[in-house]
């Protein structure tokens, strides 16, 4: 499966953004996806995630109530709407596929196919 990271951009502090990401190839309804964030220097980290079916997500403490994940099977896309933008939010996002389920999900190592990633950076 190829996928697809879009919509970041520059945006001040407490604003809005939403990033999609576009799949092609395998079905893409079988596949969960997450979202994961990575700065200079740092190592990747989870942000969020979606089961194949969309019925169960699971997020970061740094971004819940703040983001959330949803999905189109039909668009074959993930969107994560990011609310309430802190300039610590600030990285490259990228979002990735995997077969695995539940809190593996959380785990960057368990994703199978990842897309590049777009930026977001957050103004204060």
């Known amino acids: 499966v190829q996928l697809q990271a879009s919509g970041g951009g520059l945006v001040q502090a407490g604003g809005s953004l939403r990033l999609s990401c576009a799949a092609s190839?395998?079905?893409?309804?079988?596949?969960?996806i997450g979202w994961f964030r990575q700065t200079p220097g740092k190592e990747r980290e989870f942000v969020a995630a979606?089961?194949?079916?969309?019925?169960?997500?699971y997020s970061a403490d740094s971004v819940k109530g703040r983001f959330t994940i949803s999905r189109d099977n039909a668009k074959n896309t993930v969107y994560l709407q990011m609310n309430s933008l802190k300039p610590e939010d600030t990285a490259v996002y990228y979002c990735a596929a995997s077969y695995r389920s539940s809190m593996a999900l959380t785990n960057k190592g368990y994703y199978d196919y990842w897309g590049q990633g777009t930026e977001v950076t957050v103004s204060s």
């Open positions: 190839g395998r079905i893409f309804s079988s596949y969960a």
């Open positions: 979606i089961s194949w079916s969309g019925g169960s997500t």
